[in-house]
Every structure is written in C-alpha cells, then in structure tokens.
C-alpha cells in the first residue's frame, strides 16, 4: 500500500515503498539540518504527572535546604536527585539496544484503519526492556509491550487510520518507555522512510430503493449502476443494493417475502470509460467526486465489466479484473483538481462513457460534458 499527498497526477509508490521496512540513517542533509536532526532523534523527555511533581518537591526541598542548612534536607534531596539519575539511567538502557522492523500495507482506503506491525529485538542489551511503546511520528497511537526479555524479539500491532487519499510518507519510528519509576518518559527516534498510497473513499450515489426492498421504505445508497447492455437472462436471485427495479421477478417476490430479481448475462463487451473533470477548485465537493469515480470502478469490477478512467492528463486503458480495479484506484489517489485545468474531452462515444457528478446531483440532471450519466443511458 502506499502513502498520500495531493498533486495533478503522480506514479504510485515503488514496489517495495511499503511491506517491510527496517530503521536505517536518513539520506545526506545541510550540516545545520543534519545535526538539529540527529540531536533531536537522539533522545527526547517528557516529564509525567509524577514526574513533574517530584520535581517539583525536589526543587522546594533544595531550596528549603539552602535556607535553613538542614542538613536532613540535603539528604533528602540527594535521594531524590538519585531516583532521578536511575531514572534516565535505565530508560536509556531501554530505548538504546532497540531494533525494530516496520511492517505496513503498501495502499490503504481513506477512513479505515490498516495494521502496523513491529518486530522488536531486544539486541545484546544486558537488561530487559519495560513499558515499551513503538509509533510512528507525526500519527497519533501507540503499539506496546509490556515486557521484553534479553535478547527477546517479538512483535506488536497497532492500527492507523488515513483520512485522506494520497500518498502518506511515514519518516520515522518513535520508541518510548516510563521505566523504571514513571517519572519520565523518555523517546528515541528511529530513521525508517515508508510510503502509503491510500485509495479515495467510495461513495455511492444516493438512489431510492426499488418498491418491497427491505430497510422499511427508508433511503439507501446503493452502488451507482453502470448501463451496459442486458444480455440474456440467466437465473434469479436475490436483491443486493444497486440492483435496478425493471429487474425485480415481483410474482417471486410476493411469495418468499423477499425481494428477488432477475439476473441477465452475455451482454455487450463494449468498453466503459469512467470519466472524471478535473476542472474545479479542491475542496469536499471535488473529494466527492473522486468517490463516486471509485464506486463506478468497484461497480463495473464487480460486474466483470471492461472500464477504464480518463481525466485531463490521466488516461488508464481499458480492462478487467482486480489489476485492472487498483490501477484505476490508484490513480484516482494522486489525481489533482485544479480550476485551470483544460476543458475534459471524453475519450469514446458518450454513450460508453460515465461522468461522475456530484452525489446530490445524481441520477436527477444531465451533464455538459456529452456524457452519459450513471443510472441513465445516454
């Protein structure tokens, strides 16, 4: 899988981008840069509620100690700078000897988590390691490990959630611990650049529900149909959602309680071009748009149909099956609305090609692009 970012269109990540990925120094950078970089991922700390107030306490005592000279004060205050001293003492022997492999899905679709996993060897430290906690910087959540034995390796999940399509650039892993007190947490970071090429959400177009459907007469949003040719009858099945209502075998229907529809096959092969109009400012309604795309592709997937995706600039040719469905998903990922863009020319008759309009426009009003629009033949 791979990572997101926006831009007219883009290549998808090289393969290998995502899968496995092991910590590894950061390509050459400026000298200043350079070494803001690798002290920064050297070690950071972040004080916890108990740390704060032992530091506190630790400050209000030395300085009673020096008011009254109290000799006991000073005692006390030594025992706390020394608790603090084997604090960062033993987190650095925590988070020193880690090495850590990422495993992440080169694409994803926008709004639903995927798994990260982590291989976590403990190396040649003498010490176990406590409270471990592996994330990614810049995305909230952690993936931890309670305990981890010397020279232990094992492996923690945690799940990421990419709200938007593109191509997401993870750059490092953070390791943290609380050990041994959980005064301090302290955090390493650990170089290892992976991509993500996260997929549009898919939208279906807002359809009314054939009569006798169930869900009690409310709205459903079925998969937008794509109008290819019927072919000859085949068989009957039960209603899904997307199916037309010419299609319903009523008399069937009334008897089992259910809705059931007539399925046809063999059906022209004529090529079906998706067509997407670039031609507007980025914002929601262009968001949707691509997600309405990407129903249109699921749609003619699942229906064995030969498609295709043309844009200003972006053109994939047509054919089928699942290779076919993540090339059209993946550049429907990297495509960018832009209002100069030149005016969309479609790419075959209008009557094989769909135009994705927005979801509250849809099956209701015509396009001036000279296309066809789903759910109504041209």
Request: proline share 10%.
């Amino acid at each position: 899988m791979g990572s997101a970012s926006f831009g007219g269109h883009r290549s998808p990540p090289r393969p290998g981008s995502g899968g496995r990925t092991a910590a590894h120094p950061a390509p050459e950078a400026r000298p200043g840069k350079r070494a803001w970089k690798r002290f920064w991922s050297w070690r950071r700390i972040r004080f916890t509620r108990t740390g704060l107030f032992l530091t506190a306490g630790a400050a209000a005592v030395g300085l009673a100690g020096i008011n009254t000279g109290n000799n006991l004060l000073y005692l006390l205050l030594g025992i706390l700078l020394g608790l603090m001293a084997v604090s960062s003492w033993v987190s650095e022997q925590v988070v020193g000897g880690i090495r850590i492999r990422r495993e992440v899905p080169q694409r994803a679709s926008a709004g639903h988590p995927i798994r990260v996993s982590y291989e976590v060897d403990r190396g040649p430290s003498r010490f176990p390691a406590l409270n471990l906690r592996v994330g990614e910087e810049g995305h909230p959540g952690w993936a931890a490990l309670p305990f981890l034995g010397k020279g232990e390796t094992r492996t923690a999940a945690r799940s990421l959630l990419l709200p938007r399509r593109g191509v997401v650039r993870l750059s490092a892993m953070v390791v943290s611990t609380t050990a041994p007190f959980g005064f301090f947490e302290k955090l390493r970071n650990l170089e290892a650049p992976a991509e993500i090429l996260v997929w549009p959400r898919i939208r279906p177009a807002p359809h009314p529900p054939p009569k006798g459907a169930s869900g009690g007469g409310r709205r459903q949003s079925p998969a937008v149909r794509v109008p290819f040719a019927r072919g000859e009858y085949r068989a009957l099945r039960p209603y899904r959602p997307g199916d037309e209502p010419r299609d319903i075998h009523w008399r069937t229907t009334a008897r089992l309680g259910a809705p059931v529809v007539r399925e046809y096959g063999g059906g022209e092969t004529q090529s079906v071009w998706i067509c997407l109009d670039l031609r507007r400012a980025p914002g929601e309604e262009a968001e949707a748009l691509v997600e309405v795309a990407a129903d249109l592709a699921r749609n003619a997937f699942r229906e064995g149909r030969r498609f295709g995706l043309a844009t200003q600039g972006v053109r994939v040719e047509p054919g089928e099956g699942e290779v076919q469905f993540r090339r059209v998903m993946d550049a429907l990922a990297l495509v960018e609305f832009r209002p100069d863009a030149p005016p969309f020319v479609p790419p075959t008759h209008p009557r094989w090609c769909l135009m994705a309009d927005p979801p509250s426009r849809l099956p209701y009003q015509g396009t001036s692009s000279g296309c066809s629009r789903p759910g109504k033949k041209a």
